[in-house]
């Protein structure tokens, strides 16, 4: 029927190759297997597809069903076929443009105790959990359910996320060490995929981040905290047949302070940039950035970075191409801020005019101190409009910078990435 056997599933999930490294079951000769029943089947699929909201794959399931309904001529399935494609594809625009989908919260769960968990002990899983569950939820249950089979007095949760060295545990006890993680995905990964449903669906790899100081303080200023990635890899690809799959093995990567700043700072750029792109834009989500991006009360962070490695007395300790990196960054972060701010005076209501004012006089002062502390100013004048992606003429529309202001070092044909 399907020379290519299960592997026609590849499309919907890799952890289709395990089907077909199993042997065949000894009774399947006994199982009165026909075309019908591959139809049944494949439309329960389509169905528990939709209720599991993962609608982009529908299509791959019809795809295998309409060539044999074309050939039955069996026009009144067709239609229903076609009706149920027409509606799965308006879901996808729906969520897409609501951004109420949520497909799943992960966290990295690690047991430890030889007594109690036998062949588990050390044993990392990656637990996929629905919607937006909060780490007290799981951390809660499984203290219960392991309570219930251990007893409550020999059961200890593990409230750091860092590596635990099983000498320093008590044998006594079983530990349970439970951490938040989220999806990772390289810069190329990121690339094929683009929307969120993509970003959720078929991952095996997940990261967390542990700040450290040299010192031995979990925090520290800005010019000494350090930061580990743990990137943590899977057996196999969820949604998966178990909500928890085992961690095959583990990479950590050490950030220094100055790549710290320049790793918080991409994040906070990607976070306004997405923000401002969205076709319905989130005010509450973006005013909330905003503040803590370019309010006087909360910018310490921001200008805290620029003032500790991009000041004259500071910048020879660090390399060059990290610095070029940073002030590439913090270039970036006023455009991402402009853009944001003329979203939102886009969007607002009269009662918030004052409050954008506000705002407004505040990303003045914070360009003001960063042109100041990298010796150029970070923002273009209107005759660069048309080579700037984004348009940086935003703070010369803000700030009332003269027309013929130009970006430093920069040529008519330059633009900021």
Known sequence: MFRQGCSTFRVITPNIDEEASMMEDVGMQDVHFNEDVLMELLE???????????????????????????????????????????????????????????????????????????????????????????????????????????????????????????????????????????????????????????KSHNIRRFVFEMPFTLSGKRQGGVEEQWKRRTILTAIHCFPYVKKRIPVMYQHHTDLNPIEVAIDEMSKKVAELRQLCSSSEVDMIKLQLKLQGSVSVQVNAGPLAYARVFLDDTNTKKYADNKIKQLKEVFRQFVEACGQALCVNERLIKENQFEYQEEMKANYREMVKELSEIMHEQIWCGEEKISVMPNSLHIFNAISGTPTGTTVHGMTSSSSVA
């Open 44 to 198: 329960q699929c389509a169905d528990g597809l939709w209720k599991a909201e993962r609608y982009e794959l529908i299509a791959d399931i019809y795809k295998i069903i309409i060539p044999i309904y074309e050939k039955r001529r069996d026009f009144e399935r067709l239609a229903h076929l076609y009706d149920t494609l027409h509606r799965a594809y308006s879901k996808v625009t729906e969520v897409m443009h609501t951004g109420k989908r949520l497909l799943g919260t992960y966290f990295r769960v690690a047991f430890f105790g030889q007594g109690f968990f036998e062949d588990e002990d050390g044993k990392e899983y990656i637990y996929k959990e629905p919607k937006l569950t909060p780490l007290s939820e799981i951390s809660q249950r499984l203290q219960k359910l392991y309570s219930d089979k251990f007893g409550s007095e020999n059961v200890k949760m593990i409230q750091d996320s860092g590596k635990v060295n099983p000498k320093d545990l008590d044998s006594k006890y079983a530990y349970i060490q439970v951490t938040h993680v989220t999806p990772y995905f390289e810069e190329k990964e990121l690339q094929e995929r683009k929307t969120e449903f993509e």
